[in-house]
C-alpha cells in the first residue's frame, strides 16, 4: 500500500544547490510526520530531517542551516530543499514516513563534484 518515488537528484557542483522531491502513496502528509534520509557511500542508511503534520520541522546538525524541508498536502509530495552542498553530501537520498518506516523507495542520487 505504502510507496515512495524520489526524484530530482542530479550532478551539482560544490555550492550548489537542488531541490528533491517525494511522491507518497498509501500516507497522508497531512496528518502524519514525514522523513528524508540519505546513504553515504560504504555507509548505513540515515536519517537527516523531519516535518511533521502541522509544519514545524527539524534536520541533523550535518545539514542544519543548508537543507529545509517542506511538503505540499494537497499534493502528498514531500521536498527537501538543499543549498550550499558539500563532496560530503553526495549519497542516495530516500523519504518515508516518519514513524516506523518500512518500505523503501528506490531513492534519488545526489553526486556533489568539488
Known amino acids: 500500500q505504502m510507496r515512495f518515488v524520489e526524484s530530482g537528484g542530479g550532478l551539482v557542483q560544490a555550492g550548489g544547490s537542488l531541490r528533491l522531491s517525494c511522491s507518497a502513496s498509501?500516507?497522508?502528509?497531512?496528518?502524519?510526520?514525514m522523513a528524508w534520509y540519505r546513504q553515504l557511500p560504504g555507509k548505513e542508511r540515515e536519517w537527516i530531517a523531519t516535518?511533521?503534520?502541522?509544519?514545524?520541522?527539524n534536520v541533523a546538525d550535518s545539514v542544519k542551516g543548508r537543507f529545509t524541508i517542506s511538503k505540499d498536502n494537497a499534493a502528498n509530495t514531500l521536498f527537501l530543499q538543499m543549498s550550499n552542498l558539500k563532496p560530503e553530501d553526495t549519497a542516495v537520498y530516500y523519504c518515508n514516513r516518519d514513524v516506523s518506516p518500512v518500505v523503501w523507495g528506490q531513492g534519488t542520487q545526489v553526486t556533489v563534484a568539488l
Open positions: 516535518i511533521q503534520s502541522g509544519g514545524s520541522s
Open positions: 498509501g500516507v497522508a502528509l497531512r496528518i502524519n510526520a
